[in-house]
């Protein structure tokens, strides 16, 4: 079952923040975060794995709650190039195949 | 440099006609994966391998074969398609250090 991204659209004023949820029916090994611009391919952001360690190489933050299966992406101080549509992407416990589920997305739009 | 390739870019097909999806990847990562990408549905898995010679079903596998006869290729099968197969395909492989490299996608419509 796909995890739940919320809310499904945002928009923004460039500098102000805005911060965006996915939340999971099922236990998680790990959640990933992916920025998508219209057009073109996903592209990583984020990993958070189980005993809360964080892996990325924007200047972007996420937290990852395992008890409660969610997690939610940070996005300070927002700047044009923040706009896109956002996806997390979920990995489950059982098997080495590294396969993750992603949510429905969330639509992101900085104005200037 | 190290990526992920699929052609076509874009196809048009009719209704009942078969085609094959190609994917690449030069990373010499033993997984691969296909997902389908519909307005409001999000990435969906199709398929996926594990290594050369294996697939396994993903979460809307109806429609679609796969097979993994190289390490670095995955070929994704319509064997008649139908106007709900009308998407952007998307094949990725896991990057490095973390997280998934993506294909630039492809485009099918079927009328």
């Known amino acids: 079952q796909q995890p739940v991204q919320s809310p499904q659209a945002v928009i923004l004023r460039e500098g102000e923040d805005a911060v965006i949820n996915c939340s999971s029916s099922k236990a998680l090994y790990s959640v990933h975060w992916y920025r998508q611009k219209h057009g073109e391919a996903p592209v990583f952001l984020m990993i958070l794995l189980k005993g809360g360690e964080q892996k990325g190489h924007e200047k972007i933050s996420a937290s990852f709650n395992e008890k409660k299966q969610q997690s939610s992406l940070y996005l300070t101080a927002s700047q044009l190039s923040y706009s896109g549509t956002y996806f997390c992407?979920?990995?489950?416990?059982?098997?080495?195949?590294?396969?993750?589920?992603f949510g429905t997305g969330t639509l992101l739009a900085v104005q200037p | 440099n190290a990526g992920v390739t699929q052609t076509p870019k874009f196809r048009v097909l009719k209704t009942g006609q078969s085609m094959t999806l190609l994917c690449a990847q030069d990373?010499?990562?033993?997984?691969m994966y296909w997902y389908r990408q519909d307005p409001g549905m999000g990435l969906r898995l199709i398929h996926y391998?594990?290594?050369?010679?294996?697939?396994a079903k993903g979460e809307v596998p109806d429609g679609y074969n796969v097979s993994r006869l190289k390490k670095q290729n995955f070929l994704l099968g319509l064997e008649s398609a139908a106007p709900s197969q009308t998407s952007v395909y998307f094949c990725a492989t896991p990057g490095l250090p973390y997280g998934y490299t993506f294909g630039s996608g492809t485009r099918l419509t079927v009328v």
């Open positions: 992407g979920t990995q489950g416990y059982g098997g080495a195949t590294n396969k993750l589920i």
């Open positions: 990373m010499n990562h033993e997984y």
């Open positions: 391998s594990v290594g050369e010679g294996t697939t």
